[in-house]
């Protein structure tokens, strides 16, 4: 059974193994320590390195046992597999799915859908997933077959050498390139938000304009760390907020001159148009690469089609 808790004001800037000693004083400092290293304790539903300094109300979560199981269902859920080894797959996440069960959710994930497909998943923790995509952003993920690979994957993600590309559709237009480094952390007015502060984490997001439709964007956009809604908030916060994001751009901010049966159509755009579209890492116990790349979706295409169409520049 996992449990969660907060980070309260006297555990401030304190290290994360050094905060969860003091949370879960019911297991040794060695256990956590490990159980950081392996994937079992998370900082806000992210991996994150021992050393990872925590803030107020940062959500801790210990997994002491591989609880699959037990406690995750295997489902008939749909999504593709786009890539299989004897180590990892790589999985093609469809739109309006949720990574794994967690709070209010016990069913209906890609991890009940990956425990029908592989029922050998349940030996690992999460079901051998390694890393989260939000529950309406599409595209790449990488799930570990074995614990060899996993705990390897991980390694590389806490080092950052995973490199992961994104796609984006944004209101407002980018000229060139933009690298945004600005920490990021929880919005203390909603929990649910995160927000660009100088006490958040550091979070750096590296931008370029693939084409521009009038006063509407196409972006590639890399992420050098995996914060909780990074791109979203980073974008946001440089007033190119993603078309649909209904977290982020509650004001629903519209271009100037856009025609009526434009605006119609992106403000009922149901998610937000952003889509995982690359991921690059290198082979365990090799020195080769391995680039893999998803297809825009039908809805994200559709969004170009229109958006070119109506083209107001």
């Given at each position: 059974?996992?449990?969660?808790?907060?980070?309260?004001?006297?555990?401030?800037?304190?290290?994360?193994?050094?905060?969860?000693?003091?949370?879960?004083?019911?297991?040794?400092?060695?256990?956590?320590?490990?159980?950081?290293?392996?994937?079992?304790?998370?900082?806000?539903?992210?991996?994150?390195?021992?050393?990872?300094?925590?803030?107020?109300?940062?959500?801790?979560?210990?997994?002491?046992?591989n609880?699959?199981?037990?406690?995750?269902?295997?489902?008939?859920?749909?999504?593709?597999?786009?890539?299989?080894?004897?180590?990892?797959?790589?999985?093609?996440?469809?739109i309006?799915?949720?990574?794994?069960?967690?709070?209010?959710?016990?069913?209906?994930?890609?991890?009940?859908?990956?425990?029908?497909?592989?029922?050998?998943?349940?030996?690992?923790?999460?079901?051998?997933?390694?890393?989260?995509?939000?529950?309406?952003?599409?595209?790449?993920?990488?799930?570990?077959?074995?614990?060899?690979?996993?705990?390897?994957?991980?390694?590389?993600?806490?080092?950052?050498?995973?490199?992961?590309?994104?796609?984006?559709?944004?209101?407002?237009?980018?000229?060139?390139?933009?690298?945004?480094?600005?920490?990021?952390?929880?919005d203390?007015?909603?929990?649910?938000?995160?927000?660009?502060?100088?006490?958040?984490?550091?979070?750096?997001?590296?931008?370029?304009?693939?084409?521009?439709?009038?006063?509407?964007?196409?972006?590639?956009?890399?992420?050098?760390?995996?914060?909780t809604?990074?791109?979203?908030?980073?974008?946001?916060?440089?007033?190119l907020?993603?078309?649909?994001?209904?977290?982020?751009?509650?004001?629903?901010?519209?271009?100037?001159d856009?025609?009526?049966e434009?605006?119609?159509?992106?403000?009922?755009?149901?998610?937000?148009?952003?889509?995982?579209?690359?991921i690059?890492?290198?082979?365990?116990?090799?020195?080769?690469?391995?680039?893999?790349?998803?297809?825009?979706?039908?809805?994200?295409?559709?969004?170009i089609?229109?958006?070119e169409?109506?083209?107001?520049?």
């Amino acid at each position: 059974m996992s449990t969660t808790k907060k980070v309260s004001k006297d555990l401030i800037n304190l290290r994360l193994d050094k905060a969860t000693s003091v949370l879960f004083e019911e297991f040794s400092r060695t256990k956590l320590k490990e159980w950081i290293l392996s994937g079992n304790i998370l900082l806000n539903g992210e991996i994150a390195s021992p050393r990872e300094k925590v803030s107020l109300d940062d959500e801790i979560e210990v997994n002491p046992i591989n609880e699959v199981s037990t406690e995750w269902c295997p489902e008939n859920i749909d999504f593709s597999v786009l890539h299989e080894t004897n180590d990892f797959l790589i999985v093609d996440k469809p739109i309006n799915l949720v990574i794994h069960p967690g709070a209010g959710i016990s069913s209906g994930t890609l991890a009940n859908g990956l425990l029908f497909k592989f029922p050998k998943l349940e030996e690992l923790p999460r079901a051998g997933i390694v890393h989260r995509l939000d529950k309406d952003t599409s595209g790449l993920l990488v799930v570990a077959k074995n614990e060899k690979f996993r705990l390897y994957f991980i390694d590389l993600l806490q080092s950052r050498k995973v490199k992961k590309n994104y796609r984006a559709l944004v209101i407002g237009t980018l000229r060139g390139n933009l690298e945004i480094n600005i920490p990021i952390g929880r919005d203390k007015n909603n929990r649910t938000k995160m927000t660009c502060r100088e006490d958040g984490k550091e979070a750096i997001t590296h931008v370029k304009s693939i084409d521009s439709y009038g006063g509407y964007s196409l972006l590639d956009v890399e992420i050098e760390t995996g914060r909780t809604h990074q791109i979203r908030t980073h974008l946001a916060h440089k007033k190119l907020p993603i078309i649909g994001d209904k977290t982020y751009n509650t004001r629903k901010i519209i271009a100037k001159d856009t025609p009526d049966e434009l605006k119609d159509f992106i403000r009922s755009f149901p998610r937000q148009a952003l889509h995982a579209h690359k991921i690059e890492f290198k082979l365990p116990d090799s020195e080769d690469y391995v680039e893999f790349e998803s297809k825009i979706p039908k809805d994200f295409k559709e969004l170009i089609i229109t958006l070119e169409k109506f083209n107001i520049s």
